[in-house]
């Protein structure tokens, strides 16, 4: 019976290092930099397939483990399948007893609850800032007039490339200048 570590955190520029000294008395400690919401996470993975009946997992918060209710459930299922224990150390639940059980549901219910209000808060202040009239997104380079330059100036058989060099644009961004109107392009082998 052993006690196995998993440390994850949501980005390369964040740090593991508090995650790992409080994992310090795992007998070994799987390390992740993903999103959690990610929908590959080779290192937990690997940590699933590695523990074995009567081993605990721990993790220092379950939000560090699972990407949503249903999946911390499915975990949880699967450690319960091969006789493993779950120990999460900020939120004090332990699996191995009937309160730990307990309280594991509720706090994923309520972390999915948490992410479902954010969400939709996001997605409120979005609607009210568009029914302000607050653009949204980047800042478009080009003034209006320089947009109907560079669109004339494609009319009369100015090369893309030419014109990604004049108004310092990517390919990309030219082309989506010139999106709705019709251009009969040159023949053009550079960028047409």
Known sequence: MSTVGYARVS??????????D?????????QEKRTGTSS???RLKACLEYVREGDTLVVTRLDRLARSTLHLCQVADQLQE???????ID?????????????????GAIAQFETEIRAERQMDGIRNAKARGVHL???????EEEQVELQIQRQEG????????????SKASVYRY??????????????T
């Open 40 to 42: 590959t996470r080779p």
């Open 158 to 169: 100015t090369p893309i490339k030419t014109l990604m060099q004049e108004y310092k644009l």
């Open 137 to 143: 997104g980047r800042r478009k380079h080009l003034s």
């Open 91 to 107: 939120q004090s639940i332990d699996t191995g007893d009937a309160t730990g059980r307990l309280l594991f549901n509720m706090l």
């Open 22 to 30: 409080k994992l310090k008395d795992c007998d070994k400690v799987f």
């Open 178 to 191: 010139l999106d709705g109107i019709t251009v009969d392009p040159p023949n053009d082998s550079a960028y």
């Open 11 to 20: 980005s390369v520029g964040q740090s593991l290092d508090v995650q790992i």
């Open 82 to 88: 091969k006789g493993v224990n779950l120990k999460v």
